[in-house]
C-alpha cells in the first residue's frame, strides 16, 4: 500500500516545494525592481549626516528636510530652526543618480534653543554638494571627493 501512494506524495511534494521557490525568486524580484524615488518634487527627509543618524529633539517641531521643485528649479527645507530656501541646476538632473549643485542658500532668522545638531552643518551639506544617487526610497548626496555626506529618505503624505 506505501508503494501504491509514496509516488504521489513525491509528486505532491515537488509541487509544493516547486511553489515556494517561485515565490522566492518573485518576492526578489520586487524588491530588485522597486521603484526610485524621484529626486524632484519628493519630500526628503534628513536620517544621517557626517554618518551619524540624526533624530529629532524633543522641543523641535518639525524634522530636518527639503523638497526640490521642477517647476522652478527651487529647493525648499528645514534645518532644524530656520526655514531655508535657494535654487538648483534642474537641467543636469537624471534618473537614479547625477551632478548637483545649488546656489547660495538664504534662511530665516528665528531664535532657537542650542541643538544636539547644528543648523549649519546642514546646510554645509548642500553648499558642497555636487553629486546624488537614489537607491529605491534614500537618496545621498556626495561632495566632489566622493564622499557621502547626508543620506536622507523620501517621505508621502
Same mark, same amino acid.
Given at each position: 500500500?506505501? #508503494?501504491?501512494?509514496?509516488?504521489?506524495?513525491?509528486?505532491?511534494?515537488?509541487?509544493?516545494?516547486? +511553489?515556494?521557490?517561485?515565490?522566492?525568486?518573485?518576492?526578489?524580484?520586487?524588491?530588485?525592481? /522597486?521603484?526610485?524615488? &524621484? %529626486?524632484? &518634487?519628493? =519630500?526628503?527627509?534628513?536620517?544621517?549626516?557626517?554618518?551619524?543618524? $540624526?533624530?529629532?529633539?524633543?522641543?523641535?517641531? =518639525?524634522?530636518?528636510? *527639503?523638497?526640490?521643485? !521642477?517647476?522652478? +528649479?527651487?529647493?525648499?527645507? *528645514? !534645518?532644524?530652526?530656520?526655514?531655508? *530656501?535657494?535654487?538648483?541646476?534642474?537641467?543636469?538632473?537624471? $534618473?537614479? !543618480? +547625477?551632478?548637483?549643485?545649488?546656489?547660495?542658500?538664504?534662511?530665516?532668522?528665528?531664535?532657537?534653543?542650542?541643538?544636539? %545638531?547644528?543648523?549649519?552643518?546642514?546646510?554645509?551639506?548642500?553648499?558642497?554638494?555636487?553629486? =546624488? #544617487?537614489?537607491? /529605491?526610497?534614500?537618496?545621498?548626496? *556626495?561632495?566632489?571627493? +566622493?564622499?557621502? %555626506? /547626508?543620506?536622507?529618505? /523620501?517621505?508621502?503624505?
Amino acid at each position: 500500500m506505501f #508503494k501504491k501512494y509514496s509516488g504521489s506524495f513525491c509528486l505532491v511534494l515537488a509541487l509544493t516545494l516547486s +511553489g515556494c521557490v517561485s515565490t522566492k525568486l518573485a518576492t526578489d524580484e520586487t524588491k530588485a525592481t /522597486a521603484p526610485l524615488a &524621484n %529626486l524632484t &518634487n519628493t =519630500y526628503w527627509k534628513l536620517v544621517q549626516l557626517d554618518g551619524t543618524n $540624526v533624530v529629532m529633539a524633543p522641543e523641535q517641531k =518639525y524634522e530636518r528636510h *527639503f523638497t526640490l521643485h !521642477s517647476n522652478d +528649479g527651487r529647493i525648499t527645507g *528645514f !534645518s532644524g530652526c530656520n526655514r531655508f *530656501f535657494g535654487q538648483f541646476n534642474k537641467k543636469a538632473i537624471t $534618473v537614479g !543618480s +547625477g551632478n548637483l549643485q545649488f546656489s547660495a542658500l538664504g534662511a530665516t532668522q528665528m531664535a532657537c534653543p542650542d541643538e544636539k %545638531l547644528n543648523e549649519q552643518s546642514v546646510l554645509n551639506v548642500f553648499a558642497n554638494t555636487t553629486a =546624488y #544617487k537614489i537607491t /529605491a526610497e534614500s537618496l545621498a548626496l *556626495f561632495n566632489q571627493d +566622493g564622499v557621502e %555626506l /547626508a543620506s536622507f529618505t /523620501a517621505v508621502y503624505f
